[in-house]
């Protein structure tokens, strides 16, 4: 079959689970909720999308005869290099026209497919990510995936609605439009009210804010007995304890952390193994959006 893709180019993806990592984004023409053209948006199922979907006459966009044709052009816009290779697949409604076909031949150019869809449309195999944004009146095919990423408020959309489904990953995304400042304090007041409900023994339902990533270093002669310098499943165990502590809570409520800096945070991680992990040498904590980086090495030597 043939593709009719408005445009294709690379860039980072800024939504979600995937935040940061770079893509090629792949905006397939064409909806089932709504026809893209302004006359039509008061009566359709999605009135409030901000997407261009209509024609392919945006950047890399055209008619491609076949899976092979546009791979090329997927290819073209990713560059040099084949390491880390990924494609979002998105619209409009991408599960329109996305098949076996294609999902084959981006594998075989060692890209790992995303997919951004409304749910409405059966998935072929193969996909790598499924991100699913649900609209108002419109029923669920996907009930299952990554990530659920609801766009907020919908008012016979609640995200009551959907907390039963199977996905790793749910988000709220502020309604874009011209509400849309009381649409973004909307979501931060349903997402902080909810930290008191049952969902938040769940991490992929707590609050997100930024991101952290953390190394842990040991020292030392191996054990003449065991061969190792620490034993790593004691080390992996303590260090996913502190990881499970951190991860999306508020930090300025984390006991004994203090204001939420990477000093702190260095520092924090750093009291929580060493009692265990006596040859602990460092751990550092960086912010890769940033570029930031802080490495906090002992008692000894911070005194």
């Known amino acids: 079959m043939s593709y009719a893709v408005k445009e294709i180019f690379k860039t980072l993806q800024g939504e979600g689970a995937q935040s940061g990592r770079a893509a090629v984004f792949c905006r397939f023409s064409g909806c089932n909720l709504w026809s893209g053209r302004e006359q039509d948006r008061a009566s359709s199922v999605c009135s409030f999308c901000d997407t261009d979907f209509v024609g392919m006459d945006g950047t890399g966009g055209g ?57 409405t449309q059966a998935a072929p195999a193969g996909i790598d990510w499924i991100c699913v944004s649900p609209k108002a009146d419109a029923a669920l095919h996907l009930t299952g995936g990554d990530e659920l990423k609801l766009v907020y408020p919908q008012a016979t959309a609640r995200p009551e609605q959907f907390e039963h489904l199977d996905f790793t990953h749910f988000f709220l995304q502020p309604m874009d439009a011209p509400e849309a400042a009381d649409n973004l304090a909307a979501t931060i007041a349903y997402c902080t009210d909810t930290l008191d409900r049952s969902i938040q023994t769940e991490s992929s339902r707590r609050i997100h804010g930024h991101s952290y990533r953390a190394e842990v270093t040991v020292r030392g002669r ?57 040859n602990l040498h460092r751990v550092s904590v960086f912010r890769d959006s940033s570029g930031e980086t802080c490495t906090f090495w002992g008692e000894e030597v911070a005194a």
Do not use: C, K
Not at 255 to 278: C, F, K, Q, Y
């Open 63 to 119: 008619r491609f005869a076949d899976a092979a044709a546009l791979v090329d052009a997927v290819e073209e816009a990713w560059g040099e290099g084949a390491h880390g290779r990924y494609i979002v697949l998105t619209g409009g409604e991408p599960l329109l026209q996305v098949d076996d076909a294609l999902i084959e031949a981006l594998h075989s150019r060692g890209f790992e497919i995303g997919v951004e869809t409304n749910g």
């Open 222 to 278: 191996p054990d003449p007995v065991t061969g190792m310098v620490v034993d790593l499943g004691v080390l992996e165990q303590m260090i996913e304890d502190a990881r499970d502590a951190l991860d999306h809570r508020f930090l300025d409520e984390i006991n004994d952390l203090g204001p939420a800096t990477m000093e702190n945070l260095s520092r924090w991680i750093w009291d929580r193994l060493h009692p265990v992990i006596a």
